[in-house]
């Protein structure tokens, strides 16, 4: 069992994303980062698709009542043991019952993600642990919670996997993107405009969607209401550009003008508010 003695900015618990709700209009969910989420997985040795504890920008302080192993990747968030020994990124590390783990601000990138041995063995709703408010009956880790994982100890434990940290994960900042459903309605102006300039990330940047701050001129009638996806980029009737990111909605009405590659939606989780990003259209 894992404690929560505090809570963090804004921490929970994510997987894969839940594919069963997705007929239902269930939002998917999901770590926003897949690939750090995964990478600390793996170095656990754990399934694909263990639970892992998903913070932003702010960490939890966490008390262990088993001994097991974790496993911190994604953003810099300094994590210590007992408030004395570090815990490094992508390098598994065992931790004892009592033990208290904390974490500091974040010095680079926006969520880290903490995997434990067996992964966290919270509420599965739809084939799902990921948390989401009003389907899981928390939206979020909060103080005083009791998160359910599995004990493990190793007497002699195997040579630890371990990964050299990918900067470049976090400091690229042009995205690679496909031609949304209405791309081929804007004018070459508008298109132009799109691919060609960087966009600023707003203050509106959630689980749900980021807005970026720029306008890009909307000539586009309304679409009827459509499927959307996470990596949808929508165009709004003033003009807003709006990225859906886990969390979106399964239909919308704005005009979907591109659509991120799964690599550019991991790395747009890890963006701050002011950051800059750019659009590089791929070929499918």
Request: charged share 20%.
């Amino acid at each position: 069992m894992v404690e929560v003695l505090s809570a963090g900015l804004f921490t929970t618990i994510q997987d894969l994303g839940r594919y069963k709700g997705l007929a239902w209009g269930v939002p998917l969910s999901g770590a926003m980062d897949q690939t750090s989420a995964g990478l600390a997985n793996a170095l656990l040795n754990n399934r694909k698709a263990c639970a892992v504890l998903e913070m932003t920008l702010v960490g939890p302080k966490l008390r262990f009542h088993c001994d097991t192993e974790i496993c911190l990747t994604g953003a810099a968030l300094q994590g210590k043991i007992n408030e004395t020994k570090a815990v490094l990124l992508n390098q598994p590390t065992m931790v004892q019952s009592g033990d208290v783990l904390s974490f500091g601000k974040s010095l680079w990138g926006t969520r880290a993600y903490l995997a434990v041995k067996g992964g966290f063995q919270t509420e599965q709703v739809m084939q799902s642990y990921s948390m989401y408010a009003g389907i899981t009956s928390e939206g979020n880790i909060e103080k005083g919670m009791l998160l359910p994982i599995q004990a493990f100890s190793e007497k002699n434990p195997p040579k630890k996997n371990s990964l050299k940290l990918n900067k470049a994960h976090f400091e690229n900042s042009v995205l690679n993107v496909f031609p949304g459903p209405e791309f081929e309605y804007l004018s070459e102006g508008q298109k132009e405009k799109l691919l060609g300039r960087r966009f600023t990330i707003s203050k509106n940047n959630n689980r749900m969607a980021y807005t970026l701050e720029e306008l890009l001129e909307n000539e586009l009638t309304p679409i009827i209401t459509s499927l959307v996806q996470p990596g949808t980029v929508q165009l709004t009737p003033a003009g807003n550009i709006i990225v859906l990111m886990r969390d979106a909605q399964t239909t919308g009405g704005y005009p979907r003008i591109l659509q991120l590659s799964e690599q550019a939606m991991n790395q747009l989780s890890q963006k701050r508010t002011k950051d800059w990003v750019g659009f590089d259209m791929v070929d499918y």
